[in-house]
């Protein structure tokens, strides 16, 4: 396996997998542009040799496909993910113990190592000197998009306790005083907050290091996650199929294998301004109060080359990794939350707002009625599992006479909006956290959940044309309706206001539905701006249904009521219009666009790959 990036450029580039762009290329919005439009076409990773501004050369997309990132882990995908399944699942091993003695030789091999000092490779540069990428008009500064942030237990100092992730880090921009200090954007659940909230506790600085570049499997050890007792330098030795080097300078951890490393510390209390960012909803995240980081010292190792991605809404790079690591893990999530057959984050959502489930249902209180039981104590379990906390949408159900996949987005949906009583099967969870990056909520990190869950016998047809009560709505000022998939219809409202206004107009929009025929085969109508363009794909509609509405607040029901505190109606409005406390999109630069044509031009660099 590969030592270094560089060993993984070569391979790839003899593979076709990778072009070099010898043109310079200007970091501000140009890298981020071609990223973007060579990610689309499903093209090769970039190596960016002539980067304005620095000496350093820069690489993206390398994660582009997931069969790109595969090929890399090619040596040591078995062995690692047998692995994985052996720590989630203990007893396979006693159960047949012969057949993991080489998984369990794998994982010895896969122990950090420490050295003594720095390889004379290493030499002492500054921020400034670092390739700062600026990805969208509206962002703060430059940031590094894949950085693997490592911080020790301040109550059991070591690397076997340590943690690694991937942070957002600031490098520029605001008030940060360059080459002194940069952001970090977390959060304090987070391996890293609760080491910050410990050393706090003692009334010391905590001391972080960041690793940017080294072997690939280093960067997916930051986003993994792992089994109980499995440390994220030990995945990452295990994956990369070498150990992971390391020495202390300063009393900081310094990874030999990295490419650039910045040291520092966090101070109790200490704060800055962080952001905005172009972020994986498909917006902003806006400018907030996060740690900030006084810098030691930055190295770099010779001909060290700089690892980024663009962020954005999705599908985008991350979403290879969230299917790589998906893949790798397996049925972790069945071990972790018995009864789950399969989880989706739904990638189109923006990954956090959105989750499709299938549990099982093996009981239900009244004999003679299939309805979700044993589905509504899963789902409880899923929105307080890790990640899947972050979660605004829950569809759940359970297979009964046919085979499910949440993968199938339209298969799924359609077959609980068959089955679900809109009166019984809606439960929400009101004034709860919600994706620091979701500013559809009352407020950072707040909002509310709803869980759909549905199960039984079908109970409707859907519509598969718009209904003809939908159509007469002109006069209330909703236009335009628009069938999405069977069963969801897109209808535009007035320009959003406020949300007072929002309840009085639809209150008084929904008292003529009644008289105007039978909506039963429509139970989801979405309220928004531009219908034609929600209707346009199922990704838009994912992505704008499910990042631009808060459940408590902008879900409304036709004939809706109370009955002992239970919230039902007869078919659900999800006000999905832009509200005036919404993060702006991300919209791309047009005059960098044509800019970047150049690159592609006949002669170019990425003249193969596509014609401007």
Not at 81 to 90: G, R, S, T, W
Not at 202 to 229: C, D, N, R, W, Y
Request: glycine share 8%.
């Amino acid at each position: 396996m590969y030592k270094n990036l560089e060993e993984a450029i070569l391979d790839l580039e003899k593979q076709g997998q990778l072009i070099r762009i010898h043109e310079e290329v200007d970091p501000y919005l140009e890298m981020a542009a071609i990223h973007l439009k060579v990610y689309e076409s499903g093209g090769p990773a970039l190596l960016f040799e002539n980067v304005k501004g620095s000496q350093y050369r820069a690489l993206s997309n390398l994660f582009g496909t997931v069969e790109r990132s595969k090929y890399m882990f090619r040596k040591t995908w078995d062995s690692t993910q047998k692995i994985i399944a052996l720590k989630n699942d203990p007893f396979k091993a006693l159960k047949n113990p012969f057949s993991h003695v080489q998984t369990g030789l794998a994982a010895s091999k896969a122990l950090p190592m420490q050295k003594s000092s720095l390889p004379p490779s290493f030499r002492e540069i500054n921020i400034a000197d670092l390739p700062l990428i600026h990805h969208w008009p509206d962002d703060g500064g430059a940031f590094i998009t894949l950085p693997q942030v490592y911080s020790e237990d301040p109550d059991k100092p070591g690397i076997m306790n340590a943690n690694l992730g991937m942070y957002r880090v600031q490098l520029n921009g605001n008030d940060y005083e360059l080459n002194k200090e940069i952001g970090l954007h977390y959060q304090i659940h987070r391996g890293i907050g609760v080491h910050q909230a410990k050393a706090s506790k003692q009334g010391k600085p905590l001391k972080v290091s960041i690793f940017v570049g080294g072997p690939p499997a280093h960067t997916i050890s930051a986003v993994m996650p792992l089994p109980e007792g499995l440390s994220e330098m030990t995945f990452a030795g295990m994956f990369a199929g070498r150990r992971f080097r390391y020495s202390y300078v300063d009393g900081y951890c310094i990874s030999h294998d990295a490419d650039f490393v910045i040291t520092g510390d966090i101070y109790p209390g200490e704060t800055k301004p962080e952001g905005p960012f172009g972020d994986h909803l498909g917006y902003y995240s806006l400018t907030h109060e996060f740690p900030v980081m006084k810098v030691h010292k930055v190295y770099a190792k010779d001909n060290a080359i700089w690892p980024f991605t663009v962020v954005g809404r999705p599908p985008q790079e991350d979403t290879s990794f969230g299917a790589l690591i998906h893949e790798l893990t397996g049925d972790a999530i069945k071990q972790e939350i018995p009864g789950v057959k399969e989880v989706h984050a739904v990638d189109a959502a923006g990954v956090h707002p959105l989750l499709f489930a299938i549990g099982s249902e093996r009981y239900t209180p009244y004999q003679q009625v299939k309805e979700p039981a044993e589905l509504l104590t899963i789902a409880n379990r899923i929105l307080g599992t890790g990640q899947l906390s972050l979660a605004k949408y829950l569809f759940i159900t359970a297979e009964d006479e046919q085979p499910l996949s949440t993968h199938k987005e339209v298969e799924f949906l359609s077959y609980i909006l068959e089955r679900i009583d809109l009166q019984r099967d809606i439960h929400f969870q009101t004034n709860t956290t919600i994706d620091t990056l979701d500013y559809s909520g009352t407020g950072l990190n707040r909002g509310s959940k709803v869980i759909f869950a549905a199960y039984g016998d079908k109970k409707r047809e859907l519509c598969r044309e718009v209904p003809e009560g939908l159509k007469k709505l002109g006069d209330y000022g909703y236009n335009n309706p628009r069938l999405v998939m069977p069963g969801v219809v897109a209808l535009e409202g007035p320009v959003f206001s406020s949300y007072q206004k929002a309840s009085e107009e639809l209150e008084q929009m929904m008292r003529t539905l009644p008289s105007r025929g039978t909506l039963s085969n429509c139970p989801m109508i979405i309220l928004c701006d531009d219908s034609n363009f929600l209707s346009q794909s199922m990704s838009n509609f994912l992505w704008v249904t499910f990042t631009r509405s808060n459940p408590s607040h902008d879900i409304y029901g036709l004939n809706s009521s109370y009955q002992y505190k239970h919230w039902g109606c007869d078919n659900l409005i999800i006000d999905v219009r832009i509200k005036p406390h919404h993060a702006p999109p991300l919209i791309p630069d047009p005059t960098v666009e044509r800019k970047i044509e150049r690159f592609f031009a006949k002669g170019a660099s990425l003249a193969s790959l596509v014609s401007s």
